[in-house]
Every structure is written in C-alpha cells, then in structure tokens.
C-alpha cells in the first residue's frame, strides 16, 4: 500500500490546485526541494508556480539557503571515467607498461595524479632499473568512483580529501518553505490585472477580483520619461536665487574674451604680476589685441601704475600700453565687475549698486581631479558709501547662512586688487575641519579713483567657485565627474534635488 | 577671487620656537598663524619629503633628518616673511616679545660700483650693499641660501626681474664693475657646470645639461652682450643672472659679503636688496649694522646714494578713514597699540586727526593707507570687528539672457531632454574638420595651450554634444540631450574684437534617425517663444550644412532670418566623433528671443 501510495504521489502534476492541496494536507511545505524530490518536480518551475501564488496572498513563503556538497568539474569527470588511479591501474594491464606509453594514452595530467595514488594505494610498482610499470594487486576496486557516487553519505575526513584533490565542492543552495497565505483556497481564482475604462462603465468591477500589488521592498515603478536638469546648473540656479532674495542685481558676463586692461591693469594688478604669466592665463593670438580702451579712463591707470595718487604711491615701475591691449579669456568675472563699476562712475549721480554674476572663467591650468581650464566663479558685490569691513563679513555671513553654512570665519590675506582682504572658512561637520570655501576684500582704492567714483564710496565683494560647493554637496572628488563631456549622464538624471546646504 | 598662488616657506619648527623664545603646540600655532594672516600648511621633516618623492627604499634616507619641518603660505606681497628670520621677528613683534622691528644702522661708504653704459640694453640696474664681520651657522647660512631662490622665483620672475648675487669679500678686489660684453670676452671659472676656464659661449653649452640653472639661460642667451661684473683685478663675480664665479664663492664661514642685485625692475631691486639686509644683518658683530655703497657711472656721477635705502619711510593715515573703513571707535593711542605689533611704529599727530607711521625699509606692501587700515584689522582680530549687513537698499535682477536661457532649460527638461555642461574651448579639429565645415575664420584662437583639448573657442555647441554622447553611448535608447551655452565668435564691432552668443543645442539619438522627433521639440519650443506659425518655418533649399546629411536637413526661419539648422547628422560626422548611432540635431541663436 505504502509503495502505492508513492506512486500515486510521483505522478501527480505540478499544478497551482496539487500545490494547494498538498498544503491543505500537510499545513506547509518544508522544504522546497525535498518535495520536489519526492514528487519528481522541477524545482525552477514549482518557484514560479509559488512565486504567483504568494503574489496573490494564498500561500507564505520563506527563503532559505543551505550549504550543499557537490561535485566538481574533476569530481564527475572521476563519475563518468573513474578515478585517475583507477584509470592508471587500468592501463598498465596485466602485461605491464612504461610510464611513457600511459601517458599517451591517459594524458600526463591523469598519470601524475593517478600515478603516484597507485602507489600509495599500492596497486602497481615501478622498476626504476627496466622502467616497465606492473600491476601489484588484483581485484582492485575504484572506491573513489564509488564513494563519488554517494556523496551525501561520505564521512568528513573523506569529504575533506576529496575537496583537497578538488573533486567535491561546497555550494550555497536555495529552498523555500510555504505556509497558507490569507487568502488561502483550494482553487486559484482569476484576478484582473487593473481597473479599466470598460470596467467602470459596465459596473463589473462590483464582481471582479483585482490582482494584488506586488509591494515589496526594492520593487520599482516604471520610471517616467521626463528630462533632467544639470547637477552644477542646479547648484548655480539656487545660488542665483540667494543673490536675487538678497536683492542683488545680475551683471551681463556673456563675453569670454577680454582686454589684458579690464582683467588686470583696471584692478590694479601691476603687469609684472605673477598671475598674468603665461603660465596661468590663456591668451589670443586671433584677436590678438583689443582695439578699443577709454583713453582717458586708460590714462589715469597707467598714472596710478606708475607713480600712484590719491595717497597710494603706485608700483613704480613703466606701465606699457600695448601689454594692456593684450587679448586673453578672462581669467575672473571681477574683470565684469571692473567693467560695471567703471560705466557706473560716468552715470551723473552714483546710486548704491549690489551686483552679482556666475559664469565661466578660464585658467590655462594642467588638469587633475579638482582643477580645469574652465570652472565658474560666483561672485558678489555692493558698493555704496563708507562701507565698512564689517559689512563685508556682514553680506557674506547672510550669503553663507542662505546657504545653510552658519560656522563661519575670516582670516587675513593678500588679493593684489583689495585690501584689507580676507579669505573665508566654513566649519564642515563631515569633514570635521575647517574649509576655505571663498575670498574677499575691499577694492582698492587705487582700482576705484582712476574710475572717477566718488569719494568715499567704498566697494565690497567676495568670491568662490561654483564647483567646489557642489563637489562638497553631492560628494564628488574628481570634478571630471561633474564637468565636460565625460560626465556620467546616468548621474546626472539621478541626482537630488539642490536644496540650500552643503547636505543632501 | 581665489587660486592665488602664495609662497611657501619651510622652516625648522624647533628653530622657529627658539626665535620665538617659546614652545608651542601645533594647534596653538596654527590659530596664531591663521589670526596673523600665514597658514601652516604642511608639517613634514626631510625624511618624509624624500620618502614622498623617492620612495620608502631611497638610499638618501640614510642621511635624512627627522627634525620637523613647518611649512607655511606666506601672502604673495611679504617679502619680509619669505624666511625664518623675517617670520620670527614678525611674529615676537605681533607677541610684544620685542617692542618694535628693528633701526637699522647704515655705515658710511668705502667702496664703489660702477655700472657702464653698456648694460642698459640687457639688465640696466644695479643695486648692492656690504655685510661685515656676519657669523652663520649652518642653519642661518642655508636660509641665506633659500631666500635668495626664494626671491628669483617670486618677485625675480625666475630671475628675469631680479636676479641676486653674493659674494666673499675677503676674496676680491673693490672698487667693483658692472658692464656688458660680448659671451667669447668673458672668462671665467663658473661655480658649476664646469672646471675650467670657459667663456660665455662655452657655459651656455655646458650649463644646458644643468636642470636647474638651464631654464634660467634663455634670458641672456641670445643677447649680443652678456652682464658680468667685475671686480678690480678685472676677475668675473658674477654672470647675471645666471651664476656666479667660483673666485667670489661664499660658504658658511664667509665673514665679510658683498651683496649685488641687477635687474630690469629698479623697484624691485630695492626691494630685493632691503630685505636681503634687514634679514642677515642680524648676524654681523653689530647687529643691523650695513656698510653703504654708490653706485656710479663711468664718468663718476652717483646714480645711487648711500646703497641700501634703509631708513623707515614716513607717511600718514587718517584716524577718522581708518575707523571708518573697519567700524571702530578705538582711541587713537590703541590704534597706535595695534599698529606697533604689526610692525608700522606710529604715533599720533598734533591735530590729533591722523596717523604718522613709519614704514620699514622692508614692508613694500605698504603703498596706500588702505593698507595701514588693514594691519590694525588684523591686530584687532577680523573676527573681533562689529560684523552687520550693510544696509544698502537696491533692487535685485537677472540678466535678460540668463532669464530667457533658464525659462528654455526647464522647458527642455520638461520635454524629455537631459541638460549636459561641455567646455568652451575645444580643438580645431572638432570644431571644423569633425564637423565636415570649412574653416571660417569665426573662431578666437589661443596662443597658448597646455593641450590639444584647448586650442580655440567652440563656434558652435555641437562638439560639447557630441563628444557627451560618445562618452555615454552605453545609455539605453533614445538618448536626448541639451545644452544652453555661449559660444565665441569674432566680432570686429566688439571692443576686444569678438562676443558670446546664446544657443541652445539639442540632439536626438536613437538606432534610427527621426528628423520628426526633433522637430517636434523644435516646434515645441518656437510655441513656448510665442512664435507663431506663419512667423517660422523651415528651409531646406538654403542648409548647406555639411555636418548634417543632404536632403534631411533644413535652416531653422523665424520672421525670414536664419536663426539655426536642424537635420540627421552626416554619417561621417558620426563616425569622426565615434559614436556608432543615427543622430539628429538641432541648434539656435536665441538672443533674438530676449
């Protein structure tokens, strides 16, 4: 009866309703792979019989993994030939052989082995003299083979040998068990995938079943077709909004290509500085030279060069013209801002001005992870009468605190065209140190007289790049990951939201 | 606003704290540096620096001192902090360790330089001063070595500027000479590159194998006439600014030096040879005691008196400029107080409304009161100084471009396409020769590029696009992108001979072309512009675009003016920028539209 029953068994289908009744019978199944084994089921197809089952709440499953002998590649080489050692003994015959002739005919790599196991085992001897091979026992068993074939009942020092000649191995296995679900029923019932138009107008959704969500965690919806927005220009659009809350007006920095004048000698920077080096700055050769400087306004900078003025007493040395028209791409946005300070001194009445801009500037500079030849500088100004020091830490502490950067502090430095000057430290808490994240100064006034601005009107500003807070924000290190054209566009559409902070 | 290049000094921090009459603790000294506007940016020993540049293995490590080494950023315009001497005495005087920097003592002339006419067309000036009865140790003789390369990197220019030479008096003969000649007339055993008695032409080739000196030759090289000076036996000092002559060598027990500066820049010069005086007179038997010296022309006539100009300029600042300037209300006397430890010994005058403040011979950085203004900042503590947000009303706004320029970009991204950020500058040949378009002398060209990548201003946001795409072609299909941008084109209404213009850019890549897709998002964005239909429409006839594929392209017309093309990108155009599928693209001017 016993024996009839397993029949029965073996030949049930695997269906849902079998699956279902088994659980019914039995109250689970415990293991997976054991029931296939006992009902001749394959195991791929029953997981996704299961799977469908759990979708629709009728059974539980639960995921288990096992470590589980298994034979190798070699290991059921040995199964299907024998063992190597079985395979020598089988060729040395009864005649006997030499060791070169077994290796025609075996193969070096299963001589070697089986060769020196023979040995052991002492089924064959080998006389160096006359270098003939011969079988030294009879009746020999290939238990390897054997033992091989019953893997599962192998004690563990066998087990340990047979890993060592790489015969067996230990593999990770996967079986699930399965209990009723909520929903538990003998026959699987039809379930509508989602509610649709005809539905609704037939009223059949009062009748129908619905297919039931499948939440898992790490489940994704279908992600939508929608564009994506640049990390950095993200981060310049939230800066931007800073500067404009703060009621600041936007300079036109729209011309790359500017006068050595407006980048240099208009700030005072004296044309033996070392940031006008070739080194440092990309300069033209076609339009090699500007053509057009304010010749009056281009008179009184070459006499503050020269031999200074309203108190300062210049660099003193000769200022040349033609080193002035020399065409380069500006190498700072301040370059604008010398511009906008100069067309505000020739308006008939000085009216306080805060300007601001973020664009492109060009350094002719070796690449590395944190510098390019181009990157953008943010920058901001306010000029107005009898601006004090503390005015200027004043707007940079309101610009950073927008930013949601609240520790900060001033140390003294030297920028050729302010003074005093001051560089900017922020307190990051990630990288539990403080972080020059800008600079500042108070133009000199050997940069404003020559412009004709009135006395005592004073001109703060400050500046930092726009890559290396969005570097710090969205934690790149290597800034080729956030410009030019080897960016991962794949980031680009996974990136957050810029929200003020230099968090995410 | 930022990458400014300072000077790094190293200097041993033991001896530092024996200058300083005191041992600190690295913290302490770091907030001591940050308050007086230094930077301690790297603590390391001599061991480290070669393990770093050598290798754990080297063999010089044997000799290696494991001494630590303090190295600190010194702002670019302090000459008088470039070595440990300059440093410490700064510092004590910051401290109030020392009351004030020191007077130095000028002694009355012996000896003479004459400089000849003949110089002028090569390295015109001049400048030197004597060092007598001066005791180096072998820490204070290698800082008198550093500084000198200190001083022909930095304000020297790599020696172009101001280059230094100096020299073991007991070992020539005064009166000394400054002329030009031609290379084959000098001769001289050189204190490197070789042996022997060579002669200017000679050294030249020798010194090419000198890594360090070789990058220094093409200063004179090509010159007919080489500067040297002599002394009275008519033996070469020096071959400015090149090297000096093994006659005149110096070494650590030299007592009595001669110290001459030429240069192109007199100002700098002076600069040069103050501050070589202030820092080691410090050593001489009578500290900060110099011998003077003229120099004069061949004829006798001084052109400078009384070498080196040591005396403390006298200038003013106003009290009421500085209190406005920094917000404080500080007593003039405290502000004297805060001057003094900056080393500017001031006082204040009669009426009560300024400053006389004496300037040494050593702080060229002092030009305007503005810098006055700063050192009291600085001995008052920035962070100290009434912080408030100023209370000038404007109006804030943005730039018409950038306003119009973001309105598109979202506009873009809501139409499905991906913004990308390319560069500017590229290589002529993407810019032309991978597009298939002919050169048309649009582009500004730079003369000096570090790389191939940058040799012109793009004329067009296409390569920026393209070479996005080749670098993302493992992206799954379509892939569709944009860029808003300025390119670069001459301009010869243009003060400086050329302008930006806006475009946008978008391209469309798929397995197969799709001229309509693209045009679709065109039309899209004309409607978006309020450009009506009977204002736009495109033309096939009058695109010759080579970078595009004939009879699938077309010029983009908006009230009869050619604003841009569209079309499928030309195989080859393709394949030149290795992309591998069908492309199309599309590209305005948008300035029209603000």
């Known amino acids: ?504 | 606003f930022f990458f400014l290049i300072m000077p790094v000094v190293s200097v041993k921090r033991d001896l530092l704290h024996e200058a300083l009459g005191e041992v600190y603790d690295q913290a302490a000294f770091e907030d001591l540096c940050f308050d007086f506007g230094i930077e301690l940016d790297d603590v390391t020993s001599e061991k480290e620096e070669i393990e770093k540049e050598l290798g754990e293995g080297s063999e010089k490590l044997k000799d290696a001192s494991d001494e630590v080494i303090y190295k600190i950023d010194i702002p670019a315009n302090r000459y008088d902090l470039l070595c440990l001497e300059g440093i410490a005495k700064a510092m004590r005087v910051f401290l109030q360790k020392d009351p004030k920097p020191p007077v130095f003592k000028v002694l009355p002339k012996k000896i003479s330089m004459t400089v000849e006419k003949s110089v002028e067309s090569i390295r015109p000036h001049v400048v030197c001063a004597i060092l007598r009865n001066v005791t180096f140790t072998q820490a204070s003789y290698r800082s008198f070595i550093d500084l000198q390369d200190k001083f022909h990197q930095n304000i020297g220019r790599n020696r172009t500027l101001v280059s230094i030479g100096t020299h073991d008096l007991d070992n020539i003969e005064p009166p000394f000479f400054y002329r030009a000649l031609p290379p084959s007339e000098i001769k001289f055993v050189p204190l490197r590159g070789s042996d022997n008695e060579v002669d200017g032409n000679q050294l030249m080739v020798e010194l090419e194998k000198d890594l360090q000196l070789k990058r220094y030759l093409h200063i004179i090289k090509d010159s007919p006439v080489y500067p040297v000076i002599y002394d009275n036996r008519g033996k070469v000092l020096s071959l400015p600014p090149i090297i000096n002559g093994k006659y005149s060598k110096m070494s650590k027990d030299t007592k009595n030096i001669l110290i001459e500066v030429t240069a192109t820049d007199l100002t700098k010069a002076h600069i040069v040879l103050n501050n070589m005086c202030a820092m080691f007179s410090g050593y001489c038997s009578e500290p900060y005691t110099i011998e003077a010296m003229d120099v004069i022309t061949e004829s006798g006539e001084i052109v400078h008196e009384n070498l080196p100009r040591m005396e403390y300029r006298s200038t003013t600042a106003s009290l009421k400029y500085i209190r406005s300037l920094l917000d404080l209300k500080l007593p003039s006397n405290e502000v004297v107080d805060l001057l003094n430890k900056m080393m500017l010994p001031s006082s204040v005058s009669a009426d009560g409304e300024s400053l006389e403040v004496l300037v040494p011979p050593t702080r060229s950085d002092i030009l305007h009161e503005c810098d006055i203004a700063e050192d009291v900042a600085i001995a008052y503590g920035y962070n100290n100084l009434n912080i408030v947000t100023p209370n000038t009303v404007t109006s804030g706004g943005q730039h018409p471009v950038n306003m119009l320029s973001d309105l598109l970009r979202s506009e873009m991204a809501f139409a499905g396409y991906t913004e990308i950020l390319s560069f500017a500058l590229c290589a002529r040949n993407e810019n032309y020769d991978f597009l298939r378009r002919k050169e048309d002398n649009l582009c500004v060209t730079i003369s000096n590029p570090k790389t191939f990548e940058f040799q012109i201003g793009r004329t067009t946001l296409l390569v920026g696009l393209l070479k996005t795409l080749a670098c993302n072609k493992q992206l799954p299909l379509p892939i569709k992108l944009y860029e808003i941008a300025d390119v670069i084109l001459k301009d010869s209404e243009s003060d400086v001979g050329a302008v930006n213009q806006r475009r946008l850019a978008m391209l469309f890549s798929d397995v197969q072309a799709s001229f309509e897709k693209l045009q679709g998002v065109l039309d899209l964005i004309m409607l978006k512009l309020g450009v009506s239909d009977e204002r736009y429409y495109l033309d096939g006839n009058s695109c010759n675009d080579e970078a595009l594929f004939p009879g699938m392209r077309a010029n983009v017309m908006v009230d009869e003016k050619n604003i841009g093309c569209i079309g499928i990108l030309h195989p080859e155009v393709i394949t030149n920028f290795n992309i591998g599928h069908a492309v199309t693209v599309c590209e305005l001017n948008i300035e029209r539209f603000v």
């Open chain 1, 1 to 504: 009866l016993y024996l009839l029953q397993q029949c029965q068994e073996n030949t049930m289908e695997l269906t849902p309703e079998n699956i279902l009744g088994y659980i019914n019978e039995n109250n689970e199944v415990s293991n997976s792979r054991d029931l296939c084994t006992k009902m001749n089921w394959d195991h791929e197809k029953l997981f996704g019989i299961c799977m469908s089952l759990v979708s629709k709440e009728m059974i539980v499953d639960k995921m288990h993994s096992d470590q589980i002998r298994s034979l190798t590649a070699e290991g059921r080489k040995v199964l299907e030939n024998g063992s190597p050692e079985f395979l020598v003994y089988q060729g040395v015959g009864t005649e006997g052989t030499s060791k070169a002739d077994l290796e025609k005919s075996l193969g070096k790599g299963v001589v070697n082995i089986g060769f020196s196991y023979c040995m052991k085992n002492k089924w064959i001897r080998f006389d160096k003299g006359t270098g003939l091979v011969t079988r030294s026992a009879d009746n020999v068993h290939d238990t390897v083979s054997e033992e091989l074939q019953n893997l599962e009942n192998l004690d563990n020092s066998k087990l340990n040998l047979y890993k060592k000649r790489k015969m067996v191995e230990m593999v990770k296995q996967t079986h699930f068990s399965l209990t009723k679900g909520p929903k538990f029923a003998l026959e699987v019932k039809t379930y509508e995938a989602t509610l649709t138009a005809d539905m609704i107008a037939s009223g059949s959704w009062k009748e129908l079943d619905f297919k039931p969500l499948n939440l898992s965690k790490g489940v994704k919806g279908l992600p939508p077709n929608g564009g994506h927005l640049h990390t950095l220009l993200k981060c310049r659009t939230m800066m931007k909004e800073i500067f404009l809350e703060m009621g600041f007006q936007e300079m036109p920095t729209n011309n790359y290509v500017e006068s050595s004048f407006w980048n240099f000698d208009a700030l005072f920077q004296p044309q033996q500085h070392p940031a006008r080096d070739a080194h440092d700055t990309f300069f033209l050769s076609d339009p090699a030279t500007a053509k057009d400087l304010p010749a009056d306004y281009l008179k009184r900078v070459k006499e503050m060069h020269e031999n200074g003025g309203s108190g300062s007493i210049g660099w003193r040395y000769n200022w040349s013209e033609d080193e002035a028209r020399k065409n380069l791409l500006r190498t700072h946005t301040t370059a604008v801002s010398a511009r906008m300070l100069y067309q505000l001194a020739q308006e008939k009445e000085f009216t306080p001005k805060k300007y601001f801009s973020i664009d492109k500037v060009f350094r002719n500079e070796t690449l590395d992870p944190t510098h390019l030849a181009e990157f953008n500088q943010i920058e901001g100004l306010v000029a107005d009468y009898n601006l004090t020091l503390g005015n200027l830490m004043g707007v940079i502490r309101e610009f950073f605190s927008k930013l949601g950067l609240t520790n900060i502090k001033f140390k003294p430095a030297y920028n050729p065209y302010t003074e005093p000057s001051m560089e900017i430290f922020s307190y990051h808490e990630g990288h539990g140190k403080w972080l020059e994240i800008g600079n500042s100064g108070v133009f000199r006034p050997e940069m404003l007289t020559p412009m004709n601005l009135p006395e005592g009107v004073r001109v703060i500003a400050w500046g930092l790049s726009l890559e290396r807070p969005t570097m710090i924000k969205y934690k790149y290190s290597n800034i080729r990951d956030l410009v030019g054209h080897k960016v991962d566009i794949d980031g680009v559409q996974k990136n957050t939201i810029c929200r003020r902070g230099l968090g995410n």
